[in-house]
Nanobody
Framework: QVQLVESGGGLVQAGGSLRLSCAAS????????MGWFRQAPGKERQFVAA???????YYADSVKGRFTISRDNAKSTLYLQMNSLKLEDTAVYSC???????????????????WGQGTQVTVSS
C-alpha cells in the first residue's frame, strides 16, 4: 500500500503562491492516479485536481487557471502549484491515491483508496 505525506503548506497573502508536495512510498507510485482535495472548517471535503498515471489532468472550476497539478514518477512525488491564491482557498489540503480511476468520478472522495494526513494552507488579506 502506498503511504502519502504532504508538505509545503503555510501562511500566504492573497495573490501569492505556494507549492504543495505529496511524497509517496510503498507500492509503485506511477501506477496510481492521484488527486488533491481540500477541506475548510465546517465544510465538506472538496475536489481540487487530479492526474492520471499517464498525465491527463482534471481541475475543479474554482481553481482552473490558477492551480497546476503535476507528478514526478522518478521521485514518487505529486505537486500542486497554487498561484493567485484567494481567501477562499484557505483549507487543509490532502493528497489521495487510487488504482481504480474513473474519468466520470474523478472528483469523488470515495474513488480514492489512500490519503495523506493533510497540510494547512492559510491565505490572508
Amino acid at each position: 500500500q502506498v503511504q502519502l505525506v504532504e508538505s509545503g503548506g503555510g501562511l500566504v497573502q492573497a495573490g501569492g503562491s505556494l507549492r504543495l508536495s505529496c511524497a509517496a512510498s510503498g507500492r509503485t507510485f506511477s501506477t496510481y492516479a492521484m488527486g488533491w482535495f481540500r477541506q475548510a472548517p465546517g465544510k465538506e471535503r472538496q475536489f481540487v485536481a487530479a492526474i492520471r498515471s499517464g498525465g491527463n489532468t482534471y481541475y475543479a472550476d474554482s481553481v482552473k487557471g490558477r492551480f497546476t497539478i503535476s507528478r514526478d514518477n522518478a521521485k514518487s512525488t505529486l505537486y500542486l502549484q497554487m498561484n493567485s491564491l484567494k481567501l477562499e482557498d484557505t483549507a487543509v489540503y490532502s493528497c489521495a491515491a487510487t488504482t481504480s480511476f474513473d474519468s466520470r468520478w474523478y472528483g469523488s472522495v470515495s474513488l480514492y483508496e489512500r490519503w495523506g494526513q493533510g497540510t494547512q494552507v492559510t491565505v490572508s488579506s
